[in-house]
Structures are given as C-alpha cells and as structure tokens.
C-alpha cells in the first residue's frame, strides 16, 4: 500500500501556491457550503489558508456566511465589529481580546484572526449584503442565558417570554455558573425541568416574527437560546463521550442551519472547524463507535453536490496547545509523523507543500484505511502514536487536502 500511494500522491499532487489555489475555488464549483478544517487549533499555516481561500471564496463565489467553531455570544462581538453594528471605536484586537476569554483563547484571540476580521470589516464597507462571522458551538451556556434574559428585559413587550425563560433558566441557578457541577448533579433534575428549556425555544420560535431585525437581534435571541437548551443537554451527558460527542455535533449542524434559515435559501456557507468536525465521520473509525459529526451530516442534509470539505495535516513543526485542560498554553514542537500515517506518506512524496484535489476519477488511489493526524488543544506529543491517529478514508472523507510540511505555531494576543 504505502508505496502506491505515494505514487499516486506524487502523479496527482498540486505544488501550494496562488494557481492551485485557484484551481482548489474552480473544484468547489457552485457548492453553498464549503468546511474548511484544521488539523489542529494552534497552527498558524492552517488560520492563515483558511482564511485566504475564505477571502477568495467572498470576492469570486459570493459567499456570505462564516460559521466556527467558537460560541455565539464571543463570534457575536466580532459579527457586529465587521458589520458594522457598534458605535464605539475599535481594533479588531480589542474585540478578540475581550470577547473570546474562555479558555483556550487562543483559538480565536491570535494574530492570524484579527488580520482576517479587519480585512472582512473593510470588505463588508463596499458590499450590500456583508458577510456574517457566527459561533455554532455550545459551551456558552451561561452567557447564552444571560443574552437571552438581557435581551428579553429589555424590551417589556416580550414580558411573557420573559417569564418564561426566568422558569426555564431557574433549573441551573444551584450550580455557581460551573457547568462541569450541573453535569455531576443532572441525574437527579426531573423531566420537567428539562423541558422547560426546550419549550422556551419553541416559544422564542413561534414569536421571531415580532422581535427586531435590526443588528440582528431576532436570530441573536434565537441562536442563545438553542445554545441553552442543547448545551443542558451536552453538559448532562458529557460522562459519555460518544453520546456528547454526537450532541455536541447535531448541535452545530442545527446551528448552521438556523443560519442559513435566517440568510435565505440561496445564502452561501464557510464553517472554520477541526478536521475531527468537517471531515465526514462515516470515512473514519468514529462510525465504529457509533459518533457522527458536521461534515457527515451536512453531506447527508444538502447533497455531496452541493458541500465541499477540505482537510490540512502538516509533518512536523510547532503547535500553540496546553498540557492538561484549562492550563497555560505552550509552545508544543510536533515531532515528524509516523511513516506508516497519511502525513508521513506525503512527506514521502517529496517534501513541498501540496494540494491534492479528490475526484470522482482518483478517490479510491486515497481510500485504503491509513492513521490521520489530529491535535486538540490538549496535546503530548509524547503520546501521541496512542491517540493522535484517526483510522480514515482520506479520499472519501474529503473534497480536498492540504499539506504543510513544517507549519508554525499560531501567534495568540497578547
């Protein structure tokens, strides 16, 4: 196997410059979501690609919609700086730096994103329909709270709804806003309490007509709300790691879809997400467990016609991660991968940076089972041959591949 396949990455292998990058827009075609992953949260060179192939994505296809894998509420902030909907004065750094400071803020608070978000602010000033920046993912459960009651004391003439999001929220008032204590103690909420969230959404959605469109406010209020109620459901689950896993997952494709309900039919997607999120699950030994994720979901709701993944791996070079959860962050080295992996492969195929581009014509020549590498933003490189090598398809679970042969680590704020 390994020696047929580096043939056929060498026969079919693009060198990464401007031209393949064209060539990667002209192979997305007319597809109106396109995932773009990262094969880990603390590489430079993934941030920096993904958002160059984002910009062109705007300018030359039309696309309109960002979605990551951050929270609504610290992406919110970022949304109204390049709409244009805040009045005050600021640098993209200082949004970055005060909205995204839930641990690991790095992921969002570095360099490579804020040259982005000043770029889209100034793109957004010449085009009639600006493109969105969103969160779709749901850790943000007690600032979701806190937007959705904000926002409904605010305006008296919600009152009823308002009423019922404080019956609603009263369920994890116990819990000192440390969602890790309501998952220990969920087992002993009774079923109305649970409810109680998911009939607050359905309210919140049955009255969207009468909220305010302005700066968003209607999908701002709806979006924190679905985060509350498939957050309570993820936090309660959470000591099993496929069924969270999964919740977490659905919980980002109802996200996107939301997004798209609310831009329109005809509205055009990016979702900025980890290879392990966009890279469909049913390729890869996650079936085996029975997990599902956004990129076979999203396949599976909107046609492989009409979707586009795009996978990155690197083989060796330096990372932003931490030791264990919630500790400081580090420069990790990642040592070169094992020959018998997907990157270590494509270094046998001869050192450059690359694009391989996957069609219905060469797919199979990339779909013998091989370990692909992901790092979270916990990471030992140490241990790594233990746990860092998804079992995957690569020809199938991806439209399109990028490698990086020596990447760098991301440049946090400081």
Not at 101 to 109: G, I, N, S, V
Not at 115 to 142: A, C, H, M, P
Not at 239 to 248: C, E, G, K, P, Y
Request: with cysteine.
């Amino acid at each position: 196997m390994p020696r047929k396949l580096i043939s056929a990455i060498k026969e079919h292998s693009l060198p990464l410059n401007e031209q393949s990058l064209d060539r990667l827009a002209e192979a997305i075609g007319d597809a109106r979501i396109v995932m773009i992953g990262e094969a880990s949260h603390g590489t430079s060179d993934f941030y920096t690609l993904r958002a160059e192939l984002s910009k062109k994505l705007i300018e030359e296809k039309g696309f309109t919609v960002i979605a990551v894998e951050g929270d609504w509420p610290s992406a919110q902030a970022v949304n109204r700086y390049v709409k244009g909907y805040g009045e005050e004065e600021r640098s993209a750094k200082e949004v970055l730096s005060e909205s995204f400071h839930r641990w690991p803020t790095w992921m969002w608070a570095n360099e490579e994103i804020e040259q982005f978000t000043e770029w889209l602010k100034k793109k957004n000033t010449s085009l009639n329909n600006k493109v969105g920046f969103y969160g779709i993912d749901l850790y943000s459960l007690y600032e979701s709270i806190d937007e959705v009651l904000n926002f409904l004391s605010e305006n008296p003439k919600y009152n009823v709804d308002l009423e019922h999001a404080r019956k609603a929220f009263s369920c994890f008032e116990p819990y000192n806003r440390m969602p890790e204590h309501y998952a220990l103690s969920a087992a002993h909420f009774t079923e109305e309490c649970i409810s109680e969230v998911s009939s607050l959404l359905h309210s919140l959605r049955s009255n969207e007509e009468k909220y305010s469109d302005k700066h968003e406010e209607d999908l701002n209020v709806i979006m924190n709300a679905l985060v509350a109620k498939n957050a309570e459901a993820y936090y309660r689950e959470m000591m099993q790691d496929a069924i969270s896993w999964n919740t977490r997952d659905l919980h980002m494709v109802e996200a996107i879809n939301e997004l798209i309900n609310y831009h329109g039919e005809n509205a055009k997607i990016i979702i900025w997400e980890h290879n392990t999120h966009i890279g469909d699950a049913s390729e890869t030994d996650m079936k085996d467990e029975q997990m599902i994720n956004v990129g076979q979901l999203i396949r599976e709701q909107y046609g492989k016609e009409n979707t586009f993944a795009i996978g990155f791996g690197t083989y060796e070079g330096t990372v932003i991660a931490a030791d264990s959860w919630g500790e400081p962050l580090q420069v990790i080295d990642v040592p070169p991968a094992k020959l018998s992996s997907w990157e270590g492969q494509l270094r046998a195929a001869g050192e450059e940076d690359k694009v391989l581009l996957f069609t219905e014509e060469n797919r199979e020549l990339f779909n013998d089972w091989i370990g692909h590498r992901a790092i979270g933003v916990v990471y030992n490189p140490d241990f790594e041959a233990y746990g860092n090598y998804v079992p995957s398809r690569v020809g199938s679970r991806y439209d399109a591949f990028i490698y990086i042969h020596q990447s760098k680590a991301l440049r946090p704020l400081q």
